[in-house]
Each structure stands twice: as C-alpha cells, then as structure tokens.
C-alpha cells in the first residue's frame, strides 16, 4: 500500500510517501533532497520500528547542511579538493561549502533540491533536471531516483544521470543513510557488528581528502573483513588519532557490508555495484537537534554507510571514472537486503 501525507513547516509543506508492505516492512521518503526517511522492520521479538536515524521536525531538515539525514547525494557524494577539477586542459570551479572543498554536491546538491515524485509498483521514483544554474555544476543532467520493494523484503535505491549537453559532467551519486538497528535510538551502537568486504582504506589527510594512496587493512582499526563489534572498534580508531570513522573503504561486491544486531537479530546486507562504501560515525554533531521521537542527537548514535565511486576521484583517475561524458547515460544500484536472524 502506497500513501502520502503532506508534512507542514515553517517553509511551506513537502510530501511525505510511504510504501507499506503490510508485514512490518516499510518505507518513507520526502520531495526534498528525495530524503530517505524511514526504513522500518520487526526484529527477533516481531516488534518493527525505523532503522534509520531521521530528523524528529521537517524544519531541521530543510535548514541542515550538516548531517544530510537519508538524503540523497549528488551530483557526487563525498569530498572534491579545492572545488575544483580540470578535463580536456579545462579548469572547473564548483561550490566550495566546507573550507575550500566541495562536499556532497555542493550546498545546494541534490540533498537541497524539490523533486518531481510519482508511485511506481511497490515505490516512488523520483526525477529533475539540475542545471548549472542549480547546482554550480557543468552540464545539464537529467535525472531520476527511485526507492522500491523488491522481494524477499530487498529495497532497493536505483540511480539513473544523463547529460542531456554538450558538456561533460560529474556523476558519483549516493543516499546518506544512517543506521541504527536498536528500537531505542539512545543506545547508539551498542549490540551492532559490522562487516565489510574491504582489503584496503584510502589515505585521508587532514582534511579528509583523500591523498591518492590505499592502504592495507591488515592489523588495523580498519579491518572489518570479520564481523567486528562496532562501539569497540570506534575506541580503537580513536587510539590512532581519529574522532571516529569517516573514510572510504575499497569494496569488492556485489556483497559489501553487513550490518547486525546482536541482541535483537537485525540484519542489512549491502549490495552495490560500486568500488567503495564510506564509513561515518557520527563523530560530532553542533547545536542539539531531536531525532526520531523526540530522542536527543547524540555523538556516534548511528552509522552511516554510503556506497559511491572512491571520493576526488577526478584526481585519482585510478579511483574509478566518475566523467558523464555528454549524452551519456549511467545508472547505479545499490540494495539493503532485511533479515531477521533466527
């Protein structure tokens, strides 16, 4: 069952679609930043409840350019250093909305957009064409996004870009979802593994840019090719300097990551076809927001998992080719695959 519901804000109102399969599994998502706003499935005791972390007023959403809360991201997902790129000896400059970089698509990607919504079978697709104008990006693409129900309780988020111009683009599109598979949402990660099909983590420098460099996993923080328990392996990272994870780990799929619950018996698998999935902690947040209900945000409440190409790919060309060359066509697909294990 397909229902929509219009959620009113100091901004005006926006849609808010649910998908609803009747048997505890369901989903919700907005015409703004074509969000990703609820993902719901029982657990071992047959109580359903959203697995992903969510703004509790639509006006915090709307105002955030911070935490990007189950929205989708583009037209490329992580960080480009300095804003800038050059293709064919021509140089490109893109907004720069954290320090000098460019992040998630710029402040006005597609995490800050209106989007055209229709139901499709078993989920909502949603489209827009973004210019330069929009967005600060070269070319005019064309593009959709579509959340639906496949079987076996599989949901899954399609991406389709074309340039529709004579100018070559960018195109490492993403949904910035946030998982925490606990009922209770202040728990955090308690009672979470996580297990990632990654050999080797890229090399960050201080501004967590990518220096070109991939290391080895072996008799690290970041070795989750076993299952690891998720809050210990935040406290070991953080032995090495780090806040928390907020880096890019190369993935060999279609199998990339999965995520469970040891208490309750949730379970993700994530599919993608993609060559990395980026690890976030939440390792920070700034003035106090509620989230889901009513709880107070709080550091390392969730983690979000975010399947792209390798970030500032346009200078690493050995990252993976992230150029939609004109009137050219791509698509990307990614899965959340539900389970409650026995």
Same mark, same amino acid.
């Given at each position: 069952m397909i229902t929509q519901e219009e959620l009113k804000s100091e901004w005006g109102s926006l849609t808010k679609y649910t998908v609803d399969n009747g048997d505890g599994y369901a989903f919700s998502c907005v015409n703004y930043g074509a969000a990703l706003t609820s993902l719901t499935m029982p657990d071992s005791s047959g109580y359903s409840s959203n697995i992903l972390l969510q703004f509790a007023r639509p006006d915090s959403m709307y105002n955030d350019q911070t935490y990007f809360f189950g929205k989708a991201i583009g037209r490329v997902g992580g960080r480009i250093k300095d804003g800038s790129y050059r293709l064919n000896g021509h140089p490109y400059q893109l907004p720069q909305n954290e320090g000098t970089n460019t992040l998630h698509g710029g402040a006005n990607g597609f995490h800050h957009l209106w989007w055209h919504a229709k139901t499709i079978h078993n989920g909502i697709e949603f489209t827009r064409e973004i210019t330069r104008e929009d967005d600060g990006f070269p070319g005019i693409l064309k593009t959709s996004i579509t959340y639906r129900w496949g079987e076996n309780?599989?949901?899954?988020?399609?991406?389709?870009?074309? +340039?529709?111009?004579?100018?070559?683009?960018?195109?490492?599109?993403?949904?910035?979802?946030?998982?925490?598979?606990? +009922?209770?949402?202040?728990?955090?990660?308690?009672?979470?593994?996580?297990?990632?099909?990654?050999?080797?983590?890229?090399?960050?420098?201080?501004?967590?840019?990518?220096?070109?460099?991939?290391?080895?996993?072996?008799?690290?923080?970041?070795?989750?090719?076993?299952?690891?328990?998720?809050?210990?392996?935040?406290?070991?990272?953080?032995?090495?300097?780090?806040?928390?994870?907020?880096?890019?780990?190369?993935?060999?799929?279609?199998?990339?990551?999965?995520?469970? +619950?040891?208490?309750?018996?949730?379970?993700?698998?994530?599919?993608?076809?993609?060559n990395a999935c980026i690890l976030y902690t939440l390792n920070a947040i700034g003035k106090p927001e509620s989230v889901n209900g009513g709880a107070d945000l709080k550091p390392f409440m969730a983690a979000a998992l975010e399947p792209q190409t390798l970030p500032d790919a346009v200078h690493h060309p050995d990252f993976g080719n992230i150029i939609l060359q004109p009137h050219q066509e791509q698509s990307y697909h990614i899965v959340y695959a539900l389970a409650v294990d026995a």
């Open positions: 309780h599989q949901f899954h988020i399609e991406f389709n870009g074309f +340039n529709d111009s004579d100018e070559a683009t960018l195109f490492n599109p993403t949904v910035h979802s946030y998982f925490n598979l606990n +009922n209770d949402k202040t728990r955090g990660l308690v009672c979470h593994e996580l297990n990632m099909h990654a050999n080797r983590v890229a090399e960050l420098g201080n501004d967590l840019i990518p220096t070109g460099k991939l290391f080895a996993v072996d008799g690290t923080p970041f070795d989750f090719r076993q299952s690891q328990t998720l809050d210990k392996m935040i406290e070991s990272v953080k032995k090495d300097g780090f806040t928390g994870y907020d880096h890019p780990f190369q993935v060999s799929g279609p199998l990339i990551a999965t995520l469970k +619950n040891t208490e309750n018996r949730r379970r993700v698998d994530l599919y993608s076809d993609r």
